[in-house]
């Protein structure tokens, strides 16, 4: 008996429980400053990137241009222009990595690609598609920075 009783009640609140509807939380500055829609969603590009067609860089010349890679990547981020980047482990379609830029256009995505050292070189190739996201996807880097213990 106590255990049926125990098991009427558990059940009874756990229904009382998730039957609660739960009160959306929009804040209207915060998605005003992240230039969200009405489904807080905005615009984006996204960028694969792909091994280029230059395979005869030498050693010294690659690792020179993928520390400039990663200048483009920090000062992009920097400046707001990039929401997201990151490599892909090791795989057999030539993937090599992604950035998200933080613009509506792919024109404008193609002007900041052009900057990327290891692109111009063509050891990578992009690859961009405008994309549809959470505007809250370029509050990444702030929060990343708080998480980092070692810079890269």
Partial sequence: ?????????????????????????????LAKSLHADEYG????????????????????ETKKLFEGHMETI??????GKLAVAGPFMKNDRNYRGIYIFNVETAAEAEALVATDPAIKA??????????????????????????TKTKM
Wanted: include cysteine; proline fraction near 2%.
């Fill in 1 to 29: 008996m106590k255990k049926s009783l125990f098991l009427f009640f558990f059940l009874t609140i756990s229904v009382v429980g998730f039957s609660q509807e739960t009160k959306v939380k929009y804040d209207e500055t």
């Fill in 74 to 79: 920090n000062k992009l981020a920097k400046e």
């Fill in 41 to 60: 969603m905005k615009k984006y590009v996204f960028c694969l990137l792909k091994s280029g067609t230059n395979t005869t860089a030498s050693k010294e």
């Fill in 122 to 147: 063509k050891l990578l190739e992009a690859e961009l598609t405008p994309w549809y996201c959470s505007a809250a996807l370029q509050e990444i880097p702030e929060i990343h920075e708080k998480i």
